[in-house]
């Protein structure tokens, strides 16, 4: 199946930068992984890329789920590993990323489930460690966190019960980080999150003499501790909701004192704080969303706040807005995205949660306001919603058919329409499992007997007149081992790097020939490295490559 669009765009990237692009949209149907009414793809399963392999789990005849992969450059599939023999599910949820490694949790043929990964170096799966000989190593599967220290996740086994853990993807360096209830019982820590500044992550976790209540950790026994006991003794203070800010942990506690507050903290115990002002109620908090150092939450029904973690600065923006619940923990629905330094969410102005339909706000009561009612009888009930080649694109239910299917959005209402029928009629495709990767957004779908399937949504952007691109603009330009090469004939004056989501990064440092970014300064991925000659020109020439950044 294919489809094909054309639209004009203008994008500005840096000063005189201008692409006035002819952009062709292709929503192509790859090809399927389970032939005929059988799912090929969980249904919104999680997806993610590494070294040009799409990682999912797939489903075939002979295996049940299991870990998948479809290499890109050569459109073919690969059953990583039966892990569960036969037709029985390994029942994977989450791929993590960590160097080379993916990894991910699954369950064998004697139904145990413990952590794997895939090897990218050597296209192998292996189980990790045999963490509970006698019961489940792994013992929650929805929530984990990578780092550069390592990936935390929560594991139980013979001696602690349920506790804290990380992996650095071998047996020697996977292990306990604290045994915060003593013994067998277990605290059951639930993970929300990874602070690069901060480099630690924040967690729940139960203790007999405080209850449920927030922690941190750092990865090492002595950095892994209690912030605040909110609910003094063994009353539990924590709320299931937390979010990383840029240097500040959100989240979310309550007291019989207090009743329910928003906390801050900047991960130690005396930079702990209630958030909310104590002579206001604040019921029900829920759905925090992390907006640059504040955050952005509702509670009482239809009360919309936003704070910069003091009490004076906690501001309500609207007090009639529900939202479709963003990032809950045990869901896969994507309900905000950051983009163009506003928040985008589903939200119901109308206070009843039965008008999801798509919503923006700058952090301002003026600036929180409807970007388009796409569903004029009903919900549009926005999911997915993520950036891709410079706007935003999601699953929602459209205004001319009752049905879910692809949109996109630039953030005004006459920019927000959508994508592809891609299941024709009256029929739903259900897009979602969004994953991006080069100019093509990947996620799986439904169209007619077929069962979900993998779909890719692609963009090749076209120079405007104004940029000649060809084989002589070319910077001839490779990456390796933390340094950028290009050649050094060009005498380029300045250079700076784009990415997919179409965000810049200047570069300050380079010699002729080479340019210096630091192993680990980038984040792996495809970027488009733009140089700029004007020592010899009346007017600047333009020189593009695109290379792709990995850690090595």
């Not at 590494?50 to 059953?79: H, M, R, V």
């Not at 039966?82 to 599910?89: A, F, Q, V, Y």
Request: a negative charge.
């Amino acid at each position: 199946m294919l489809k094909i669009c054309v639209k004009l765009v203008s994008v500005v990237l840096i000063f005189h930068f201008l692409y006035n692009s002819a952009v062709h949209c292709q929503v192509i149907a790859l090809p399927e992984l389970y032939v005929g009414p059988s799912n090929g793809v969980r249904a919104y399963g999680q997806k993610i890329v590494i070294n040009d392999k799409l990682f999912f789990y797939g489903n075939s005849e002979a295996t049940g789920f299991e870990p998948c992969i479809f290499n890109l450059k050569t459109s073919t599939y690969k059953i990583l590993k039966d892990i569960n023999l036969g037709r029985e599910s390994s029942e994977g949820f989450y791929f993590t990323k960590f160097n080379d490694l993916v990894l991910f949790i699954a369950k064998d043929s004697n139904g145990d489930t413990e952590l794997y990964k895939y090897d990218s170096n050597n296209d192998s799966v292996e189980l990790i460690l045999n963490i509970n000989k006698i019961d489940n190593g792994v013992s929650d599967v929805y929530t984990s966190a990578s780092t550069e220290k390592g990936v935390f996740f929560t594991a139980k086994d013979e001696r602690f019960g349920d506790e804290l853990w990380i992996t650095d993807g071998t047996a020697l360096g996977t292990k306990i980080i604290r045994d915060i209830e003593p013994g067998k019982n277990g605290s059951y820590p639930k993970i929300y999150g990874y602070s690069e500044k901060l480099k630690k992550i924040i967690f729940s976790a139960f203790n007999s003499n405080t209850g449920y209540e927030f922690y941190v950790s750092d990865g090492t026994p002595q950095g892994t501790y209690l912030l605040l006991d909110i609910y003094t003794g063994p009353g539990s203070g924590a709320i299931p909701f937390a979010v990383v800010a840029s240097d500040l942990f959100y989240f979310v506690g309550t007291s019989p004192s207090t009743g329910e507050h928003i906390y801050s903290t900047d991960g130690t115990v005396n930079g702990t704080k209630r958030a909310t002002p104590t002579q206001l109620q604040f019921g029900d908090p829920y759905s925090l969303i992390p907006f640059g150092n504040k955050c952005i939450f509702f509670c009482n029904n239809t009360n919309m706040y936003i704070t910069d973690g003091t009490e004076v600065g906690t501001i309500k923006l609207s007090d009639k807005l529900v939202p479709h619940e963003p990032r809950a923990i045990y869901t896969e629905y994507l309900s905000w995205v950051l983009y163009k330094n506003e928040i985008y969410f589903a939200g119901d102005q109308n206070g009843t949660g039965f008008n999801i339909e798509l919503f923006k706000t700058d952090g301002s009561i003026q600036g929180t306001q409807l970007v388009k009612e796409i569903f004029n009888s009903g919900s549009s009930i926005i999911s997915g919603l993520n950036v891709f080649n410079n706007r935003i694109y999601f699953a929602a239910y459209g205004a001319h058919k009752e049905h879910e299917e692809l949109w996109t959005s630039d953030g005004t209402n006459s920019g927000t329409r959508l994508v592809d029928d891609i299941n024709p009629g009256n029929e739903d495709s259900f897009p979602g499992g969004f994953a991006v990767y080069d100019s093509c957004l990947y996620f799986s779908a439904v169209v007619g007997f077929n069962g979900f399937e993998l779909f890719k949504y692609c963009e090749t952007i076209s120079s405007s007149s104004n940029i000649k691109l060809s084989e002589k603009a070319n910077l001839g330009a490779y990456y390796s081992n933390g340094l950028i090469y290009y050649n050094q004939d060009l005498k380029i004056a300045k250079f700076y790097l784009i990415d997919l989501l179409g965000r810049k990064t200047d570069i300050s440092k380079f010699d002729l020939g080479t340019i210096h970014i630091g192993n680990g300064s980038l984040s792996n991925g495809v970027y488009f490295l733009v140089g700029e000659r004007t020592f010899d020109v009346a007017s600047p020439k333009l020189y593009i490559s695109k290379i792709q950044i990995f850690s090595n």
